[in-house]
């Protein structure tokens, strides 16, 4: 597979994108990204996971005709990856959203717009196209939600995601000491720290103020819609994420949705069964990236036994800490038809807007396919569980014979 003509940016991997937008991001917006919730335990886990499986490459075989294209909903996408939805990516650069939306278009993949974006989901549709999906929360005033969900029909958009993990707010300090709330409030800290950052002042937020004005969450209908530095319009609780949500919610969403249909959040095969009977297309194993809930387990960690529960009804899609070809791989042999990318491509975004965004996807895209050689492995379909080694026995990974495999036996 060739290389793209990409700027490289001097990024030779997604931690090099991480550092740069560390430079150009405030201190209060940079670890607003880049950072998890409470101790961290989570957000450290769900990269340390990777390092316990290994591969075990067969060899001999030959790759010259390999490829990482997959499809899925009965659809070819050129990468086993989407981008995921992050509410405020259009803080990473001007218009950020529209620019991983290019980007994630060129490359052949689905881009979800958050509910929490600053352009409007009707923006991207009409600027962008491609393959768009939309990620929903469900507030307290449903009949808000189901505006959104509503308007992402008219607006074209091919699939919903339910976002199912964050029934309240959760506890991250580090914004706090960063005077980084949101709504975003000007105090001294966060002053300081965004007049240390000249470019981004100039170039992301002057820019919206030049132009319109300081943004918006645009996808909140017009009764609440809110610039990011003002409180929510006296509507009560309307915009406060729905506690009582539960299966019959999602049923509701099936009744009034006629597109893809999937559920964002999960780590329990439970869930996933009961999200299957409720009309999901996918379930995608998810802590939101180690940003709520700490001491969750790492998506990867519940990944095999979601696989197994839904044996093979739904595509099971997953997200969290991918920042090598190496993780995606890995999650695919473990049974994910695709995985979805949260801040490797906000990190390029950051970086370099469009030109960044895709240098991240081209990144992962090269790593991939070279992993993929190295492993023997022509097609994501033949990514299995035979080419992995766990170091340790905590993995629920149950026993696992790829069809055909009589070596085994033959060797006994
Ligand atoms: C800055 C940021 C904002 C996010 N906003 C949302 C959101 O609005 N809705 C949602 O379902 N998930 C949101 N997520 C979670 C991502 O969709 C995804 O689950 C997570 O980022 C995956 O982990 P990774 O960032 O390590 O790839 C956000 C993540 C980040 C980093």
């Known amino acids: 597979m060739t290389t793209d003509k990409q700027p490289t940016l001097d990024a030779y991997n997604i931690f090099d994108l991480r550092e740069i937008a560390q430079r150009r991001l405030p201190k209060g917006l940079f670890e607003f990204v880049d950072r998890g919730t409470e101790d961290e335990v989570s957000l450290r886990n769900n990269r340390a996971v990777f390092d316990r499986i290994r591969f075990r ?3 001999l075989v030959d790759v010259s005709k390999r490829t990482q294209e997959i499809t899925l909903f009965g ?15 259009g803080l990473m650069w001007y218009e950020g959203e529209l620019a ?9 993949i689905p881009f979800t ?45 091919e699939a919903l995601l339910l976002t199912v993990d964050s029934a309240v707010a959760p506890t991250r300090e580090y914004n706090q000491r960063n005077g980084f709330s949101i709504p975003f409030k000007f105090n001294r800290k966060n002053v300081t720290d965004v007049l240390a950052h000249p470019r981004w002042l100039a170039e992301v937020l002057g820019r919206y103020l030049m132009t319109s004005g300081m943004p918006v969450y645009a996808n909140y209908p017009a009764e609440v819609m809110t610039t990011i530095t003002a409180a929510a319009r006296p509507v009560g609780r309307s915009m406060m994420k729905c506690e009582p949500m539960n299966f019959e919610h999602l049923r ?20 996933a069964v009961k999200a299957i009977d409720c009309g999901v297309d ?21 990944l095999p036994a979601v696989v197994d529960a839904v044996r093979g009804r739904i595509p099971v899609l997953v997200d969290g800490g991918y920042r090598r070809g190496s993780d995606i791989v890995k999650a ?12 490797a491509t906000l990190y390029g975004t950051a970086a370099g807007g469009e030109a960044g965004a895709a240098r991240a996807i081209g990144l992962l895209r090269e790593e991939i396919d070279r992993v993929m050689a190295l492993l023997g492995c022509n097609s994501v ?20 014979r790829a069809p055909g495999a009589d070596w085994a036996l033959a060797s006994a």
């Open 282 to 302: 996918a379930v995608i194993v998810s802590n939101h990236g180690a940003r709520n809930l700490d001491h969750s387990m790492a998506p990867l960690e519940a």
């Open 252 to 271: 509701d969403l099936r009744r009034i949705w006629p597109g893809l249909l999937m559920i964002k959040g999960i780590a329990h095969p439970e869930d």
């Open 75 to 89: 659809q070819k996408q050129k990468m086993p990856i989407m981008v995921a939805p992050t509410g405020l990516a």
């Open 113 to 157: 717009i958050a509910t929490g974006s600053l352009t409007s989901m009707e923006r991207v549709a009409a600027e962008v196209g491609g393959r768009l999906w939309f990620q929903l929360y469900m507030w307290a005033n449903v009949a808000l939600s189901h505006e959104l969900v509503h308007r992402a029909k008219d607006a074209g958009y």
């Open 381 to 400: 379909a033949e990514l299995d569980r035979e080419l992995l080694h766990f170091t340790d026995s905590s993995f629920d990974v149950p026993a696992f």
């Open 57 to 59: 490459p067969r060899t």
């Open 100 to 108: 991983l939306a290019r980007a994630a278009k060129a490359a052949g």
């Open 332 to 343: 695919l042999a473990l049974g994910a038809s695709a995985v979805l990318i949260g801040r």
